[in-house]
């Protein structure tokens, strides 16, 4: 493949080495994942014991919402290697960390003791945090926020199968960005896809939207903590009362509800409802004033076939608002 720009060809360069893939996600990682991110090589600065003797290439942190940040585990894997003997075991002993509280909690006290002991990383974070703790910013990051962001150099046909069959741990935990570098003498360009602000929906995009596979509601309530369970509940109940006719469509990769046509999709995770309404951003960003709205890219919205954006639901108390969104686009699609 070649890149046509300003009267050059740049040219698709092949990555040989793991390593050297590796490096330049280092390198670049406020470039490929956002200004708002902070980035810890994990190799050189955490031992090899923090992860059941697996290391990362590096923790990310992601701050663009401060109010509910999240954090991955970073891996760069080249598309040649082969999935089911390198690229599998290695996430696998990712799902097993997250799992293993103590495992959770020694990792917390190394990224800490490795934050607190560099000035460029606590600077950093104080940046965002103010005078809030930062070992307290950390454990509750880790502990509520559980990605995998594998950073590839191509498409690599086993993800979509695997995702898709493992729903409870790849499906939900997994993101995948697909990074390719083209030259130009020494020019550089790199493509990512998708763009990090929308790695939340990189699976989605990997596969179909689950058509014909039975999926039900308690497959998506697996794993969150009762306080999600609730606000979906008191969600569905409070739509349910005001149109019976509403219908909850569970895929793969989301609940999806319908009145003539698909109006919101429900994902849900440990600690967060993330719902996507049929309405562009800047209406919603008037009517919910106590959540956080999100804009979503072009891609992402023609994706959901239509403008849209997303709301970021981790308490009750303001669900009137998010109700009130999702009932006035149910009334719009009854009368069309």
Not at 94 to 115: D, G, H, P
Not at 205 to 213: H, I, S, T, Y
Request: proline share 3%.
């Amino acid at each position: 493949m070649v890149l046509l720009q300003n009267g050059k060809q740049y040219k698709e360069y092949s990555y040989d080495l793991e390593d050297t893939l590796e490096k330049e996600v280092i390198a670049n990682s406020q470039l490929l994942f956002g200004n708002k991110t902070i980035f810890i090589e994990a190799k050189r600065k955490i031992d090899t014991k923090a992860i059941g003797a697996s290391i990362p290439d590096g923790f990310l942190f992601d701050l663009s919402d401060k109010d509910n940040p999240e954090f991955y585990l970073v891996e760069a894997e080249l598309a040649k290697h082969d999935f089911y003997r390198h690229i599998f075991p290695q996430i696998t002993k990712f799902f097993a960390f997250f799992k293993n509280r103590k495992s959770q909690s020694e990792l917390i006290e190394k990224i800490y003791s490795t934050v607190d002991s560099d000035a460029e990383l606590k600077k950093e974070f104080k940046k965002y945090l103010g005078e809030k703790e930062i070992f307290k910013f950390i454990k509750d990051t880790i502990e509520t926020s559980q990605n995998i962001l594998i950073v590839i150099d191509g498409k690599k046909d086993e993800l979509p199968e695997i995702i898709d069959t493992y729903t409870d741990t790849w499906g939900k935990m997994v993101k995948v960005m697909v990074l390719k570098k083209f030259t130009a003498g020494s020019e550089i360009i790199y493509t990512v896809e998708p763009e990090f602000s929308d790695i939340e929906y990189s699976t989605i995009d990997l596969g179909d939207k689950g058509e014909g596979l039975d999926i039900t509601v308690e497959f998506h309530l697996e794993g969150v903590k009762d306080i999600v369970k609730n606000i979906y509940n008191t969600l569905v109940q409070s739509l349910h009362q005001f149109d019976k006719s509403l219908i909850l469509n569970p895929k793969k990769y989301y609940i999806s509800i319908i009145k003539n046509k698909n109006i919101s999709f429900i994902t849900l995770r440990k600690t967060k409802l993330r719902i996507v309404v049929m309405m562009p951003y800047e209406e919603v960003k008037g009517k919910v004033k106590h959540y956080h709205v999100g804009q979503l890219s072009q891609s992402v919205q023609k994706f959901w076939n239509g403008p849209s954006c997303e709301i970021l639901i981790e308490s009750p108390d303001y669900l009137d608002e998010v109700i009130d969104v999702i009932k006035e686009i149910a009334e719009k699609n009854s009368n069309e």
